[in-house]
């Protein structure tokens, strides 16, 4: 018991400072998901109007893009809203410089 009791006093001391690269990766994720999914969604739903309509392929199309207009806009603001983070964290860090 004592290797354990001795590795949860370590435990308890370790910083909760996230990883340099974790800020990167939750970027690319969150926009890579901006990229996916509408385009997923729009397949399928596309694909689903057409074959209940049958409008082959307007509405599918028309589906497509619309969720390419939803991935620029979603793309677009989480891009402006990173950038809002990095300008921040410059004003902060000169802030502290003088």
Known sequence: MGVVDNFEKN????????????????????????????????????KWLDKEFGTAPWLFLSCIGLAFLTSMIGLIKNTLAEYG????????EKEKRN
């Open 85 to 92: 983070k990095i300008e921040q964290a410059s004003k902060e």
């Open 11 to 46: 435990m308890d001391h370790q910083p909760t400072k996230a990883a340099w690269w974790q800020p990167a990766l939750f970027m690319f994720a969150r926009l890579s998901a901006w990229i996916a999914a509408p385009i997923i969604v729009a397949l399928y739903f596309g």
